[in-house]
């Protein structure tokens, strides 16, 4: 099934449609997306003080636990966890222009449009070519 | 237009299957040849479909330098006999991999394997530490329905939809609780039509 089949299979006419489900009133009006659209850059920058916190907190930990190995493994779960949790961490983040032309010169541009830690995909272990499928990519 | 139904929602066969999504035993193979077919400019067919030829000289160009610096860190930690990199960021990232592939797993395993964007995935309510963590992606629905609504307003976003969103479930392990439940009735049901 194509893509454009698919979606008018369960009877979605496409992003920008008129019948796309999210444009209609009978889910969200364009007027109220619209303004869920906005974009900010102080939430991004907030969020990514807050992981980098929670990096540094739990990072500690397992200093601290070094020497302790029932200690320190579960303390290296919870940071390995933290370190996880920045697959999400590009998902738009900055995004006015100025910053985001500057992060530009960083990021995949195959990813999300907005900002992507390269250092963050990096700790990741993550190639980034496959992610082009992912929805904020497309947005 | 891009594909609009999510590739990684293939409900687990078995317990053994679901075992094997948690440990991440299909994850980790295929990071080491996505790795090694974008340094070796040999993409698969899958990628091929959806990287156009114009970019593939770029993602070769990312993957290599993301080799070599892995390669830099091996070979700094060889010389100074080091257990930096081990202790501060590989045995921890690989500690931390089953959790993620638990929440990704409540993101669409489970929910309708079709193109309905009110369906085919899952919305997890969580508390705010891990929602926070997880950049509001527990919003899971919500982001696939509009990518284009950034991360800090999901929630509000959530609000509006909520009604008529088919997969919302309170916390993770009520979502795995009931992943594995079906696995149990789906091995029941097998047996019966056996018998």
């Known amino acids: 099934m194509t893509d454009v089949s698919a979606a008018r299979y369960a009877g979605i006419g496409g992003i ?7 444009t209609g009133p009978e889910v969200v009006s364009r007027k109220v997306l619209k303004g869920l659209r906005a974009r900010s850059n102080a939430p991004g920058f907030i969020h990514l003080a807050i992981h980098c916190l929670a990096l540094l907190v ?11 190995l029932w200690l320190q493994v579960p303390a290296m779960l919870l940071y390995g966890t933290v370190i996880v949790l920045t ?30 830690l390269s250092s963050l995909s990096l700790l990741q272990v993550s ?13 | 237009m891009p594909s609009v139904i999510p590739t990684s929602c293939l409900f687990p066969s078995g317990f053994a299957s679901y075992a094997a999504q948690i440990i991440g035993a299909g994850f980790w193979p295929k990071l080491v040849g996505t790795l090694w077919r974008g340094a070796s ?3 698969n067919a899958y990628e091929k479909s959806f990287l156009p030829e114009s970019v593939r000289g770029q993602v070769i160009n990312e993957i290599r330098v993301q080799c070599l610096l892995y390669l830099t860190v091996l070979l700094l930690s060889l010389y100074y006999e080091s257990t930096l990199a081990l202790t501060y960021w590989l045995v921890p990232r690989i500690l931390g991999e089953p959790v993620l592939r638990a929440i990704r797993m409540a ?27 997880y950049w509001n992606m527990p919003y899971h629905a919500e982001h696939h329905l509009a990518s284009s609504v950034p991360f800090h307003a999901l929630g509000r976003m959530h609000e509006h939809v909520a009604p008529h969103l088919k997969c919302v479930t309170r916390g993770y392990i009520a979502v795995h609780r009931d992943i594995l439940h079906r696995i149990r009735n789906q091995k029941k049901s097998k047996a019966e039509i056996q018998d």
Do not use: K
């Not at chain 1, 983040?93 to 530009?104: E, F, N, S």
């Not at chain 2, 993101?107 to 929602?131: Q, V």
């Open chain 1, 58 to 68: 739990t990072g500690s930990l397992v200093a601290l636990t070094a020497g302790t």
């Open chain 1, 87 to 116: 697959f999400c961490a590009s998902a738009r983040m900055l995004t006015r222009h100025g910053i985001q032309d500057a992060l530009d010169q960083l990021r995949c541009r195959l990813r999300h449009r907005d900002l992507d």
């Open chain 2, 107 to 133: 993101e669409h395993t489970g929910t309708d394997e079709s193109p309905n964007l009110l369906s085919n995935t899952r919305t997890t309510l969580t508390n705010p530490l891990l929602r926070t963590l």
């Open chain 1, 16 to 22: 920008g449609s008129q019948i796309w489900p999210l």
């Open chain 1, 127 to 139: 190639p980034r070519g496959p992610s082009y499928l992912h929805p904020a990519c497309r947005a």
């Open chain 2, 41 to 43: 400019r040999h993409f």
